[in-house]
């Protein structure tokens, strides 16, 4: 238990430091802005209850918000992330079994249903935060857009990440 909670301690202190240091710098033709910090919310254990789940994604969120000086973009989307995690995590990873996934990712589950699982939660913190950002339907296509490049390449960098920092043992 103390193992999997300083894995997790030690995952959100490397992704917020790439995040902040690194990712936040990088604006492709302003449609791509990865946010690789979200994977920490997404590798949570899926035994943890729902509402430390959502305290831990505001908290991720409102720190982003308040490194990056956006106003709460981050927390928001953070927490619908995490409420429909919940959902996503019991439908996708698990697949309605009785399992507890200790730190859901590319080798613990199959491939493929991590692939969509991130998709899915990725394009949803995008539109979240897109729509925020823009507080407007009249540019929704340029929402659209953003979100399907920026859900696109922080996903290659998630699956980048899951190659480069996890080991097939530790996900066991």
Not at 22 to 35: E, H
Not at 72 to 99: K, P, Q, Y
Request: hydrophobic letters at 55%; one cysteine or more; a positive charge.
């Amino acid at each position: 238990m103390k193992n999997i909670v300083w894995r997790n301690v030690g995952r959100f202190v490397l992704l917020m430091l790439i995040q902040l240091l690194i990712l936040n710098n990088v604006y492709l033709g302003g449609y791509v802005m990865p946010m690789l910090y979200v994977l920490f919310i997404l590798m949570l254990p899926t035994s943890i209850k729902r509402i430390p789940l959502l305290l831990i994604a505001f908290g991720t969120g409102l720190l982003m918000d308040i490194m990056s000086g956006s106003l709460g973009f981050h927390a928001l989307s953070c927490t619908v992330v995490a409420m429909m995690r919940i959902w996503f995590a019991d439908r996708i990873l698990t697949r309605g079994e009785n399992t507890v996934v200790a730190t859901p990712g590319i080798y613990s589950v199959t491939p493929q249903y991590f692939i969509s699982y991130t998709l899915l939660l990725l394009s949803l913190f995008y539109l979240v935060f897109y729509t925020l950002e823009i507080f407007s339907f009249r540019g929704f296509g340029g929402v659209l857009l953003a979100t399907i490049c920026s859900t696109l390449a922080t996903a290659v960098l998630i699956v980048i990440y899951q190659a480069l920092f996890i080991r097939r043992k530790e996900e066991s």
